[in-house]
């Protein structure tokens, strides 16, 4: 069994920036691919970026070049940093993992992240 727990969201200004985490418990931490994803009011789940567990990133076009996922495998934990965000990234983002890119487990809660212009 994993748990995620997100945490690091908040309110923040257009081109401002956060980091968000995500702590994760469970043995299968260091050979799963951890992703985030976001969901805005209305709309669908959104894929955001994914880690493997050898550290390869890949992002959605939507935050490419403003966003960086990283993994401490000795902590357990993934972080998202955000930069440069815009009002169109408000949203409640989700961690998730599973044992392939694109096959996801496990969910966190979500933690909301408020972008004001």
């Known amino acids: 069994q994993v748990q995620l727990v997100e945490s690091g969201g908040g309110l923040v200004q257009a081109g401002g920036s956060l980091r968000l985490s995500c702590a994760a418990s469970?043995?299968?931490?260091?050979?799963?691919?951890m992703a985030w994803y976001r969901q805005a009011p209305g709309k669908q789940r959104e894929f955001i970026a994914s880690?493997?567990?050898?550290?390869?990133?890949n992002y959605a076009d939507s935050v490419k070049g403003r966003f960086s996922m990283s993994r401490d495998n000795t902590k357990m934990t993934v972080y998202l940093q955000m930069n440069s965000l815009k009002p169109e990234d408000t949203a409640v983002y989700y961690c998730?993992?599973?044992?392939?890119?694109?096959?996801?487990?496990?969910w966190g809660q979500g933690t909301q992240v408020t972008v004001t212009s």
């Open positions: 998730a993992t599973g044992p392939y890119v694109g096959t996801y487990n496990y």
């Open positions: 469970g043995n299968r931490f260091s050979v799963y691919v």
């Open positions: 880690i493997s567990s050898g550290g390869s990133t």
